[in-house]
């Protein structure tokens, strides 16, 4: 007796043609029982005499969005065998029947390494195709490296495999990947498109080997320089192009043998582990424990912003740009001007770089609608205030908008720090106000803290998580405390950068350090572009939170009293010309270097391991106080937020994670020590990382045990 076909994959019969449907929801994934699925499935619809044509679709919302993300720890840990698509997905290629796949949705990494062994492929007009891989570490490894190029040519391969982006329909049919564009339901587009091909001859995607020959080096060479350059530090995209590599000088069976050496060095590597923790973080940030799902969120259709500066016209333009109408308050025509001729100048920009057509620039433009009042505000189901970070001038706006604020509206604070709760008590209804923590440029950043007070309610929160989605932004939930999750931890970075330039190090060496360790910037460099006289004001206004007798960094008040604030005055830590380009400041230098003196501190060379140690450690450190005291929900939600608002490298998953990496018994001994060397007061252990750290755990794990 035949074995039940497992319910993962359906065949079915369409008169002449047989239709087989995976259908493993959410998104189809390759999970195991799938692929197996769907070989017995060919093997049992050629054997079907009455069939001439096979059609290879996914139910629900998608083709398949690839291999299963969640097998790749357990065969990593032993707990699974290797994955070996391969055999499975040859038996479509080896089909004596012409297999047509139907693309709606997604056909992702092994998705598309499945339709690429189909004869033919038809695509949805809104379908899109890609190999990601490399955005988990990975490179394609069922064959797509070597199949992709069979069809696509080597260049567009390389960029498909290097480069992870996916492409629509219509480019993929022009680039001869697809076959054909269906309009309206894909599945009877392609039991057409099955008809007509059935009975004619057609050939299997490994053996169509005529564009592979127009490679050359130099476009391998190219590719890796690019890769190196747009990816510094992952490894994944290098060896995407050497796998493509081997399938211009090898054979295909060699090929695939390849790829797959390279695909389980990725797998076993810390990348890879790092950047599957992201792609699932990002979707863990979305989730609230301890909010009922009953709570929905309300419905976003009209925005205002209060404040037309840098952060006022970013949010105003992030609304438009997602389709929002958005009302722009200044309290002076002058300023009103400036901020509108700055979104201007912003989307002129983005036409100019082909990002935007002229008459989609129109469109968003034409959603903001710039005015000097409260006129429309009582519509708006969000108003955002992003006036200047003060807290008497916050309270101000708030009670003139708690007066001409509709029911419901969600009250949405931008501050970098503030105390919400404060904000709040402005109000006569503190349940609806909650912090919305923008990043710079906000219309660019993917980052928004949103920050809950003591009185916010759940609909606000759900609310406001729920428009960072739709708004295409991370949205990760913090609490009210000093610097929220972010701020408050770059405050101990940026600390031990300045201790460090006055203790020994030149600037060039703590950026450096710290640029190689992978952050998009170095410290101080950051300290330049965001303006020293930003920090110094942050510095004013919390200096009453200073314990006294704590040693504080000299230099950076130094420097603003001078009027040095960076970039923008073409001086601070670095000098910088017309363009913004860095080089050392010799001034700087000597005025680090006399101050360190008078104040009698040693100065030494430090080892790059030491700068990017004391830097990243004050990091972890305090985000483990934050973990402990509940500001972030949970250490993945620390690594989101560092990873997207503050240059973090993805390949290191965040700041907890990579502590993880490190051992928090290691970090945790490196944390003593410096305790030892510089006080107590700037180094003690957090209470949690030295439970982890004594007892063999990690972040991770803190966050599986927290949620139960
Ligand atoms: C690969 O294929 C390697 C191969 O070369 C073969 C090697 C041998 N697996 O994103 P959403 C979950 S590597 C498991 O919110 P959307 C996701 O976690 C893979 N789970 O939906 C979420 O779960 P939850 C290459 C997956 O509509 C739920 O599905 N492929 C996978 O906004 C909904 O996801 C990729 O990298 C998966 N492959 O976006 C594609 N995919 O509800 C990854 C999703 O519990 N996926 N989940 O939070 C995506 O890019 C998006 O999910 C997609 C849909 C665009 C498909």
């Given at each position: 007796m035949e074995a039940p076909m497992p319910e993962l994959v359906r065949l079915t019969f369409e008169q002449d043609v047989a239709v087989i449907t995976v259908d493993n929801p959410?998104?189809?994934?390759?999970?195991?029982?799938v692929p197996e699925g769907i070989a017995a499935a060919v093997e049992r619809a050629v054997a079907q005499e009455s069939v001439r044509a096979i059609v290879l679709t996914g139910a629900g919302k998608t083709f398949i969005a690839g291999a299963d993300i969640r097998e790749f720890a357990k065969i990593v840990s032993g707990e699974r065998p290797p994955l070996n698509l391969l055999p499975y997905l040859q038996v479509i290629e080896d089909s004596s029947k012409p297999v047509v796949v139907a693309i709606h949705g997604s056909a992702l990494g092994g998705g598309l390494e499945t339709a690429l062994c189909g004869h033919y492929r038809v695509m949805a007009r809104q379908a899109q195709i890609g190999q990601p891989e490399i955005k988990l570490g990975l490179i394609p490894g069922a064959g797509g490296t070597q199949r992709l190029p069979r069809l696509a040519g080597v260049a567009k391969a390389l960029e498909l495999c290097a480069g992870g982006e996916p492409i629509r329909a219509d480019e993929a049919v022009s680039l001869g990947i697809a076959d054909r564009l269906v309009e309206g339901e894909v599945l009877a587009g392609a039991l057409a498109f099955a008809r007509e091909i059935a009975g004619a001859p057609f050939r299997k995607t490994r053996e169509?080997?005529?564009?592979?020959?127009?490679?050359?080096?130099a476009l391998f060479v190219k590719a890796k320089q690019e890769a190196a350059k747009r990816m510094r530090g992952q490894k994944a995209p290098l060896a995407a192009i050497e796998a493509i590599a081997a399938a211009v000088e090898l054979p295909f069976a060699e090929g695939c043998a390849r790829e797959a050496e390279l695909f389980t060095e990725c797998l076993h590597g810390t990348q890879s582990r790092a950047m599957i923790h992201v792609f699932f973080g990002e979707r863990t940030v979305s989730k609230i424990p301890g909010i009922s799902t009953e709570v929905k969120p309300r419905a976003i259709e009209r925005a205002a912003v209060v404040g037309a500066g840098t952060m006022g016209t970013g949010i105003a333009m992030t609304y438009a740009n997602a389709g929002i109408p958005v009302r722009l308050k200044e309290t002076s025509e002058e300023a009103l001007e400036r901020g509108m001729a700055n979104i201007r100048r912003n989307y002129a920009a983005t036409v100019a770089k082909g990002r935007l057509t002229e008459e989609e620039a129109a469109r968003r433009l034409a959603r903001i609608t710039p005015q000097l009042d409260y006129q429309g505000f009582e519509q708006a189901d969000i108003i955002t205030e992003a006036v200047f970070e003060s807290m008497p001038v916050k309270k101000q706006v708030w009670s003139e908008l708690d007066r001409v604020a509709k029911d419901h509206c969600v009250l949405a604070t931008n501050t970098s720090g503030l105390d919400i709760d404060e904000i709040a008590s402005a109000t006569q209804r503190p349940e609806q106000v909650i912090g919305n923590h923008f990043f710079s440029p906000a219309h660019v950043m993917r980052l928004v803290e949103i920050v809950r007070g003591k009185a916010t309610d759940d609909e606000t929160t759900v609310t406001s998580m729920a428009l960072g989605k739709k708004l295409g932004k991370i949205s990760v939930l913090a609490g009210n405390c000093r610097g929220f999750i972010g701020n408050r931890m770059i405050a101990p970075y940026l600390r031990e950068a300045h201790f460090l330039v006055e203790e020994g190090a030149s600037v060039e060496e703590v950026n450096d350090a710290l640029y190689d360790f992978g952050m998009a910037m170095g410290p101080l460099a950051v300290d330049d572009l965001s303006g020293l006289d930003i920090s110094y004001a942050i510095r004013k206004e919390f200096a009453r939170f200073e314990k006294p007798g704590v040693r504080k960094a000299l230099v950076p008040d130094l420097l603003c009293e001078r009027g040095y604030f960076g970039q923008k005055t073409g001086r601070g830590w670095s000098l910088y010309d017309a363009n913004r380009r860095p080089a050392p400041s010799p001034e700087t230098a000597a005025l680090i270097e006399k101050t360190a003196r008078e104040a009698g501190i040693q100065r030494r060379s430090i080892p790059q391991k030491e700068i990017v140690e004391r830097c990243i450690y004050a990091l972890v450190n305090e985000g483990a106080r934050l973990l402990e005291e509940g500001?972030?929900?949970?250490?993945v939600d620390i690594d989101i937020t560092y990873l997207n608002g503050y240059g973090f490298p993805v390949w290191r998953g965040g700041p907890m994670f990579y502590a993880d990496t490190v051992g928090l018994k290691k970090v945790l001994q490196r944390v003593e020590e410096l305790k030892e060397q510089h006080g107590p007061d700037l180094w003690e252990p957090a209470p949690l990382l030295k439970r982890l750290g004594e007892n063999g755990g990690t972040f991770g794990q803190f966050d599986r045990d927290r949620a139960g």
């Open positions: 959410p998104v189809n994934a390759l999970s195991p029982g169509r080997n005529e564009k592979l020959r127009d490679a050359d080096t500001v972030a929900l949970r250490a």
